[in-house]
């Protein structure tokens, strides 16, 4: 089993960054595809950025690519989610997730494991 716990959410202002961890447990982490997917109050979770299980492999949605970048350590069974240039439309629950495959996953029934949420509020 993996537990997944979010940190590093925050009240910032637009323009400024933020970088989320998410720390998981189990031994099984480091063979995981990883992704952080997001919900604004009133809608849909959206995805938002994927990591392959070495790191090899990325993708972003449109909203926020060349803005966020998803990393990972296997050595501390973390994955990041760096944002940059926050902007309000930013603002929203962020969870992190895990696939039980190797490969880039961005659909939100490929992941099978879920993190409790870390809020981003971003003001203008």
């Known amino acids: 089993q993996v537990q997944l716990v979010e940190s590093g959410?925050?009240?910032v202002q637009a323009g400024d960054s933020l970088r989320l961890a998410c720390a998981a447990s189990g031994r099984?982490?480091?063979s995981r595809a990883m992704g952080w997917f997001?919900?604004?109050p009133g809608k849909?979770?959206?995805?938002?950025?994927a990591i392959s299980w070495n790191g090899g492999g990325t993708a972003y949605s449109d909203s926020v690519k060349g803005r966020f970048t998803i990393s990972r350590d296997n050595t501390k069974n973390?994955?990041?989610l760096q944002m940059n240039s926050l902007?309000?439309?930013?603002t929203a629950m962020y969870y992190c997730a895990a696939t039980p495959g190797v490969g880039i996953a961005v659909r939100q029934y490929e992941y099978n494991r879920w993190g409790q949420?870390?809020?981003?509020?971003?003001s203008s």
């Open 117 to 122: 949420g870390t809020q981003v509020t971003v």
């Open 44 to 49: 849909e979770r959206e995805f938002v950025a």
């Open 87 to 90: 902007k309000p439309e930013d």
């Open 28 to 30: 099984t982490f480091s």
């Open 9 to 11: 959410g925050g009240l």
């Open 78 to 80: 973390t994955v990041y």
């Open 38 to 40: 997001r919900q604004a």
